[in-house]
């Protein structure tokens, strides 16, 4: 089964990279969908369907709480995995993020197996699972 | 200016850029006496209840070209400008994210802003606490912590 992805982050070159590392994983991906802030993501959201939105927490415009509450309160929506990536440490606003139903947290700065194992483990796929190697290019 | 923050910025740094840069630094305190300038520089406000800091990272060009070209996996010179200067943005963004954690006690709940874009500026006498950043021997840039509002209690 290939995912589609929805990247929310303020920084075009570090959606790129989410993108390229997720890419060379050998997760299968089907559509990859961008947003620079919250609002984006929802907008996008109202035409198209992610199966897992990876997520920023410090944007302009709407941050990456506001928009998983929004998500949360939308019932075609409220159930897609929300993983976020972020540069936040703080123990109380990471639990706040997991007490309103985010998958999973993983801190900037990260290695490119930290994405891995961890979309592996939330959409349920396994290494003996022998994910195909996806035809993203190494070309930016 | 709290002696042990210029450590959790040397620390903050290299986590940063050894992680997703695969870049190691070395510090000093000395100001830049090379004849490179710095051409990119970026900046991020930490507030707290308390106080507010800024954290200042320029570099110069040949150093925001490798990093840039390690970030993204790119030959530096098919880098446009535009994306150059948005890595930079995210470098820093990290660096103060790290900085946050390793200073963040309990006692002060510290906010981070959202990193912007500068024209590089020459340092100045009152700027509390700076890092000179070198990358194999040459400079690469400075590293500048301030002080910019206090709230007398």
Redesign the interface.
């Known amino acids: 089964m290939a995912y589609n992805i929805l990247i929310v982050d303020?920084?075009?070159?570090?959606r790129?990279?989410i993108r390229?590392i997720i890419g060379l994983s050998g997760f299968k991906v089907g559509e990859y969908w961008e947003a620079e802030n919250g609002q984006e993501a929802l907008t996008l959201l109202k035409e198209n369907w992610v199966d897992l939105i990876l997520s920023d927490f410090?944007?302009?415009v709407m941050n990456g709480l506001e928009l998983l509450r929004h998500l949360k309160q939308d019932e075609s929506l409220r159930d897609v995995p929300v993983v976020f990536i972020?540069?936040?440490?703080?123990e109380n606003r990471l639990q706040e993020l997991l007490t309103l139903g985010a998958r999973g947290c993983i801190?900037?700065?990260?290695?490119p197996e930290e994405i891995r194992a961890y979309l592996a483990k939330i959409m349920g796929e396994s290494d003996e699972a022998g994910m195909a190697v996806s035809d993203e290019e190494?070309?930016? | 200016m709290k002696p042990e923050w210029l450590s959790a910025m040397k620390s903050a740094i290299s986590e940063v850029l050894e992680t997703m840069f695969f870049i190691a630094v070395e510090f000093d305190h000395t100001a830049n006496s090379s004849s490179t300038p710095c051409s990119y520089q970026s900046s991020i406000d930490l507030v707290s209840q308390r106080q507010g800091v800024r954290i200042t990272m320029r570099f110069t060009a040949p150093f925001a070209r490798a990093l840039s070209s390690n970030f993204l996996s790119k030959d530096e010179r098919k880098v446009p400008e535009e994306e150059l200067q948005d890595v930079i943005k995210e470098l820093t963004n990290m660096i103060g994210g790290v900085f946050k954690g390793h200073i963040d006690n309990g006692s002060l709940v510290w906010s981070l802003g959202i990193p912007l874009c500068e024209v590089p500026s020459p340092l100045s006498a009152d700027q509390e606490a700076f890092l000179t950043v070198h990358f194999n021997g040459t400079y690469a840039g400075d590293a500048i912590l301030e002080v910019i509002s206090r709230v007398d209690r």
């Open positions: 303020d920084s075009k070159s570090m790129k990279v390229k410090h944007m302009p972020t540069t936040e440490s703080n801190r900037k700065p990260f290695h190494c070309d930016f």
